[in-house]
């Protein structure tokens, strides 16, 4: 059984940074692309960062770019979300998933907030 464990978020101050994980079990996130998603409340999920699974190739949301990196450490089966410069338009419940997602691997999420 998949299971896809987020971690990491929080309250932060605009300006602030935050370093989500995923952490993946069940799955080698090696042979896969993985990505980070995002949901506001009242919107509906967005693709934020991803990469294929040989990293040869990234993709950043365009209100993201320059200030967020995607990485992932296949031995330790975790996929990270460093988030720099953070902005109250950010404020989301974070997730990660494969590329394209997968329906029964979404897991709970981890709150990001960003306000003042």
């Known amino acids: 059984q998949v299971q896809l464990v987020e971690s990491g978020g929080g309250l932060v101050q605009p300006g602030g940074s935050l370093r989500l994980s995923c952490v993946a079990s069940?799955?080698?996130?090696?042979?896969?692309?993985m990505g980070w998603y995002r949901q506001a409340p009242g919107n509906e999920r967005e693709l934020v960062a991803s990469f294929t699974n040989d990293g040869s190739t990234t993709f950043y949301r365009g209100s993201v770019k320059g200030r967020f990196t995607i990485s992932r450490d296949n031995a330790k089966r975790t996929l990270y979300l460093q988030m720099n410069s953070l902005k109250p338009e950010d404020t989301a419940v974070y997730y990660c998933?494969?590329?394209?997602?997968?329906?029964?691997?979404w897991g709970q999420g981890t709150q990001v907030t960003v306000s003042s």
């Open positions: 069940g799955i080698d996130i090696s042979w896969y692309n």
């Open positions: 998933n494969t590329v394209p997602s997968r329906q029964n691997y």
